[in-house]
């Protein structure tokens, strides 16, 4: 995984450099450069976030198989998803564009890939916004529960959870500046945050579980008689909390040094929450007093159950606070990334409403109406939680099955189209192909697993409609290529396009030809 020394590659400049990247790929340059290499890193880091995906499903983990299962699948997914980011890595180190998975698939495929590639992204990044955002309201309400008294409904937390969403909107329409700052502090908080927690939970509580519970106590609640079945729905955990790692890559036309920068940022934030994800999570199952009680708790929330038994309640309180703020810095990443690729992808004319969806702020930059649509679809997903039991873990298991496949398959066309790709500064060398199969392979088998029922019996409201999710975006998908693939439009490496000409680059309709690029 070492940099190559290309030539073509160095820079003298990194702005114009970047800029003359991007015009080669097929775009002028529209958002603000104003992200360093640690702000792109923070960015997939603040995504991932360990203190919101690990704990949000940590309760999912516990009832479907215990300690055991929460520690040995954290140990075991951590290297195949890093096989899948660095493979991903080293195709994005080629082609830095906003767009990226979908414009990925478009140079190594051709059209229909990328179109599906496109959506399946643009899935789970939408039921990634849903998922953190629903958990942010949920972990809020357990805080609520022992500051107040307050007991959560399905109605409270949608409310809850509707006001979080319209934060995030508001922060993201103040530009990158902002962004660069809250996702750099982001990093920091949640490195932190994850170290007062662990040493709390190390310290301070009399009693911990001994090794015997936390690596061998299996917990079957899910209804399902055989054990193998439950502890492969218990590898939804690591999955949801490892994914996100493409924000770097949505990221890059507001990054500078994107070629290098955007792929080790990928890299990077997988492993660092990888391992730091995997010793709180320790720390967690170590202090539990209660095991029943920790499932059954009144808050809602297990792990604010654990705080609460372990350390008392002031402490609980101020370290769900600690969680609550990262798992928000989190939610605002996971908003910015999404719009952008709602941007990059009507700006190639592949999302109804295009001409709507890709317009820009003349004083910011941001594509603020990819940034409500991105928010309103994330409430709609989380809707079913008003009358399904299951309803969260199923969107979890929407983001899952939208960013696994559409990780998978730019990586798949590298290894069939080896004569299509030529390597960016960041590459795997001759580890490329290996790390690739492993990742495809292992992206096609979670895909399959998470589409099947999670509890049983299966009912009305303990059905798991991530299928359904992904049956409508992919019916959508198809019927918006019957009709308007004429619109599409995704520029070849290397090549112009005339497709810049067709599209408004601010909100204020000044004119196409102020960006028009040249054809070589």
């Known amino acids: 995984m070492r940099t190559s020394a290309h030539a ?43 203190m919101s995906g690990a704990l949000l499903l940590f309760g999912y983990g516990l009832n479907s198989g215990g300690p055991a299962v929460v520690v040995w699948g954290w140990l075991a997914v951590g290297p195949l998803v890093l096989c899948l980011a660095a493979a991903l890595a080293e195709i994005t180190s080629r082609y830095p564009t906003s767009g990226g998975l979908y414009y990925m698939a478009r140079q190594l495929g051709g059209e229909r890939w990328s179109w599906y590639t496109g959506w399946l992204n643009l899935l789970g990044l939408l039921g990634g916004i849903a998922a953190q955002d629903y958990g942010i309201a ?13 007991v959560p409904t399905p109605g409270s ?14 922060l993201n329409l103040f530009g990158t500046r902002l962004m660069n700052v809250l996702t750099s502090l982001s990093a920091w908080w949640h490195v932190a945050g994850a170290v007062i ?15 015997g519970f936390v690596f061998s106590e299996f917990t079957n609640n899910t209804g399902w008689p055989s054990p193998l079945y439950v502890i492969l729905l ?47 999570l320790g720390a967690l199952l170590f202090a539990i007093q209660d095991y029943t009680g920790t499932l059954g708790s009144e808050t809602g929330v297990p792990v604010a159950q654990i705080l609460l038994d372990a350390l008392g309640v002031a402490t609980a309180k101020a370290l769900l606070l600690v969680i609550i703020v990262a798992q928000f810095l989190c939610g605002y990443t996971v908003t910015a ?60 298991a929407i983001s899952v099955v ?19 790709f030529t390597p960016g500064p960041w590459h795997l060398g001759r580890w490329s192909r290996p790390i690739g199969w492993v990742a495809v392979l292992w992206a096609a088998g979670v895909t399959v697993l998470f589409l099947l029922p999670q509890s049983s019996p299966v009912t009305a409201t303990s059905f798991n409609y991530t299928s359904v999710a992904l049956l409508v975006a992919l019916t959508m998908a198809a019927l918006w290529w019957h009709f308007g693939r004429r619109s599409y439009g995704v520029p070849r490496s290397g090549t112009a396009s005339a497709h810049d000409e067709r599209r408004p680059t601010t909100s204020s309709g000044s004119s196409p030809d102020a960006t028009r690029m040249e054809t070589p």
């Open 138 to 150: 949920t972990f809020t309400a357990a805080w609520a529960n022992l500051q107040f008294g307050f």
């Open 234 to 280: 218990g590898m939804l955990l690591p999955c949801f909390a490892l994914a996100g790692y493409d924000t770097s890559a949505h990221l890059s036309e507001e990054t500078r040094g994107a070629s290098l920068a955007t792929a080790r940022g990928i890299v990077r934030s997988v492993a660092v929450s990888w391992i730091a994800g995997g010793i709180l």
């Open 402 to 420: 939208g960013f696994t496949p559409a990780y998978a398959i730019p990586v798949l066309l590298r290894l069939r189209h080896r004569d299509r």
């Open 197 to 211: 927690i662990v040493g709390t939970l190390a310290l301070v509580p009399s009693h911990h579980q001994p090794a």
């Open 8 to 50: 073509r590659w160095k820079r003298s400049e990194p702005m114009d450099d970047d800029e003359r990247i991007l015009k080669d790929l097929g775009y002028t340059q529209q958002l603000h450069r104003r992200m360093g290499a640690f702000g792109n890193f923070s960015a997939s880091l603040s995504v991932i976030s360990i």
């Open 337 to 396: 990334s999404a719009s952008r690729m709602i941007y990059a992808f009507a700006r190639d004319g592949a999302l109804p409403g295009s001409a709507r969806w890709q317009k820009t702020s003349r004083r910011t930059a941001v594509p603020a109406n990819a940034v409500w649509l991105a928010v309103g679809v994330a409430f709609v997903l989380a809707l079913p939680s008003l009358y399904s039991a299951t309803a969260f873990s199923a969107v979890t």
């Open 157 to 170: 937390l949608l409310v809850l959870f509707a006001v979080v969403l319209a934060l995030h909107a508001v």
